[in-house]
């Protein structure tokens, strides 16, 4: 049977992941990538969540056959960049699901990047020299998924390089080099997903490739379940009495699209909202003190600060972003890229220091707002020096993420 998004059990030691994968997809919505990766032992489903979004993913409107998926408002590839919008309403216009493609290990450069098209190179009646995209540029204004990308990152360097320009920038580039041909350099707004098993061979992605480590905007370490009433069901959904269940599909299909589709009208709501909404001056500065104080070496990382935590606010239906929903992101945003002892320092450093740190247009903080920060922050924010890498890779599970 198959299985759907909607199907999917969420429990503690996933929703990070969900909630990445939602916030993912609104900041792709609205052109603007956001890159993940999910850690996890094998058989924890990290793969399968990732997978199944595909089934919430928008529809977008492209230039009529384009294989780049061209915006018809700004047209980038080689075939109708420049062109007028009498000239591109004459070609016509389509509507299709956001793409979702997958790089597998044994794929090629050219398989990737780009390549001669060869049925162009051969047609009898007008041969022509002429590229066919890859699997990149064929991913523009969608989602590029990459499973065990720590052994990606270890057996294929080439496509590792090739990653390394696409996310070094946003949107990033990719380029095409045959020879005889121009090399065409293409413009590709993608959000980049990955998995691994960091306790596996070669290893972790940031003791394998840093760099590429490093471009990922956040990373979660994906949990097992631990409740008995999860795992119970999760037993009896997979058990073949309920599987050979020949009623069960047609029974469970409406609903369940009717599900993908409400989900799918609330990723495009938030999208519309992302659009539009700020981070406020007093938020942004407690990024920057935090950069500064504690010497962060990547850029990134502060931009994702204020991406993520915007994006959080709004996928949990609030309109501004606060102090505290920077902190939330902190462990997602920083375990990749520093040691223990920095995020260590730097988780420690937010503790008590909710919204009212900064002044916010001279506006008196209430108790009540006071109260709950500090309430927050003894919860959440303990200590974390005594914990071991398998330990501090899980500091997100202590995370509030409660919803569906």
């Given at each position: 049977m198959l299985q759907y998004y909607a199907?999917?059990?969420?429990?503690?030691?996933?929703?990070?992941?969900?909630?990445?994968?939602?916030?993912?997809?609104?900041s792709t919505i609205a052109d603007e990538p956001l890159h993940i990766h999910a850690e996890g032992l094998r058989g924890t489903?990290?793969?399968?969540?990732?997978?199944?979004?595909?089934?919430?993913?928008?529809?977008?409107?492209?230039?009529?056959?384009?294989l780049y998926n061209c915006d018809p408002s700004k047209p980038h590839c080689p075939n109708h960049k420049g062109k007028s919008a009498q000239e591109i309403a004459e070609i016509g216009v389509e509507a299709i699901p956001m793409p979702f493609i997958e790089i597998s290990h044994s794929a090629k450069v050219g398989t990737v990047a780009g390549s001669i098209d060869l049925a162009r190179l051969t047609d009898p009646t007008k041969p022509e020299a002429a590229l066919l995209p890859g699997l990149i540029p064929q991913a523009h204004r969608g989602i590029l998924f990459i499973d065990e990308i720590n052994r990606l990152a270890d057996t294929a360097p080439e496509i590792t390089d090739i990653l390394l320009d696409l996310m070094g920038t946003k949107p990033g580039t990719v380029q095409i080099e045959e020879a005889g041909l121009p090399v065409v350099s293409i413009r590709v707004n993608v959000s980049v997903w990955a998995a691994s098993n960091p306790d596996e061979d070669p290893g972790p992605l940031e003791e394998i490739r840093r760099q590429l480590s490093d471009r990922f905007d956040m990373v979660c370490y994906m949990g097992r379940p631990t409740s008995i009433d999860v795992l119970a069901k999760m037993l009896k959904e997979n058990f073949h009495t309920t599987k050979l269940n020949p009623d069960r599909d047609a029974m469970d299909l409406d609903a369940i699209l009717k599900k993908h589709e409400e989900y799918t009208r609330t990723l495009v709501k938030w999208a519309e909202i992302y659009r539009d909404t700020d981070l406020p001056d007093f938020?942004?500065?407690?990024?920057?003190?935090?950069?500064?104080?504690?010497?962060?070496?990547?850029?990134?990382?502060?931009?994702?600060?204020?991406?993520?935590a915007v994006l959080y606010a709004i996928i949990n239906e609030r309109n501004q972003a606060t102090n505290n929903d920077v902190t939330r992101m902190l462990p997602l945003i920083l375990k990749h890229r520093v040691d223990s002892d920095t995020l260590i320092r730097v988780i420690n450093d937010t503790e008590g220091k909710g919204p009212s740190m900064f002044s916010s247009g001279g506006k008196k903080t209430s108790s009540k707002t006071e109260e709950e920060d500090a309430d927050y922050f003894k919860k959440e924010g303990r200590p974390l020096k005594d914990l071991k890498r398998k330990d501090l890779i899980n500091t997100e599970k202590s995370i509030d993420f409660n919803r569906d």
């Amino acid at each position: 049977m198959l299985q759907y998004y909607a199907q999917l059990e969420r429990y503690e030691g996933n929703q990070a992941l969900f909630d990445m994968t939602k916030m993912s997809i609104v900041s792709t919505i609205a052109d603007e990538p956001l890159h993940i990766h999910a850690e996890g032992l094998r058989g924890t489903g990290k793969t399968t969540i990732m997978r199944k979004a595909k089934d919430i993913l928008p529809n977008i409107v492209r230039i009529k056959g384009c294989l780049y998926n061209c915006d018809p408002s700004k047209p980038h590839c080689p075939n109708h960049k420049g062109k007028s919008a009498q000239e591109i309403a004459e070609i016509g216009v389509e509507a299709i699901p956001m793409p979702f493609i997958e790089i597998s290990h044994s794929a090629k450069v050219g398989t990737v990047a780009g390549s001669i098209d060869l049925a162009r190179l051969t047609d009898p009646t007008k041969p022509e020299a002429a590229l066919l995209p890859g699997l990149i540029p064929q991913a523009h204004r969608g989602i590029l998924f990459i499973d065990e990308i720590n052994r990606l990152a270890d057996t294929a360097p080439e496509i590792t390089d090739i990653l390394l320009d696409l996310m070094g920038t946003k949107p990033g580039t990719v380029q095409i080099e045959e020879a005889g041909l121009p090399v065409v350099s293409i413009r590709v707004n993608v959000s980049v997903w990955a998995a691994s098993n960091p306790d596996e061979d070669p290893g972790p992605l940031e003791e394998i490739r840093r760099q590429l480590s490093d471009r990922f905007d956040m990373v979660c370490y994906m949990g097992r379940p631990t409740s008995i009433d999860v795992l119970a069901k999760m037993l009896k959904e997979n058990f073949h009495t309920t599987k050979l269940n020949p009623d069960r599909d047609a029974m469970d299909l409406d609903a369940i699209l009717k599900k993908h589709e409400e989900y799918t009208r609330t990723l495009v709501k938030w999208a519309e909202i992302y659009r539009d909404t700020d981070l406020p001056d007093f938020v942004r500065n407690y990024i920057a003190r935090l950069y500064v104080k504690h010497n962060l070496e990547s850029i990134r990382a502060i931009e994702a600060m204020q991406q993520g935590a915007v994006l959080y606010a709004i996928i949990n239906e609030r309109n501004q972003a606060t102090n505290n929903d920077v902190t939330r992101m902190l462990p997602l945003i920083l375990k990749h890229r520093v040691d223990s002892d920095t995020l260590i320092r730097v988780i420690n450093d937010t503790e008590g220091k909710g919204p009212s740190m900064f002044s916010s247009g001279g506006k008196k903080t209430s108790s009540k707002t006071e109260e709950e920060d500090a309430d927050y922050f003894k919860k959440e924010g303990r200590p974390l020096k005594d914990l071991k890498r398998k330990d501090l890779i899980n500091t997100e599970k202590s995370i509030d993420f409660n919803r569906d």
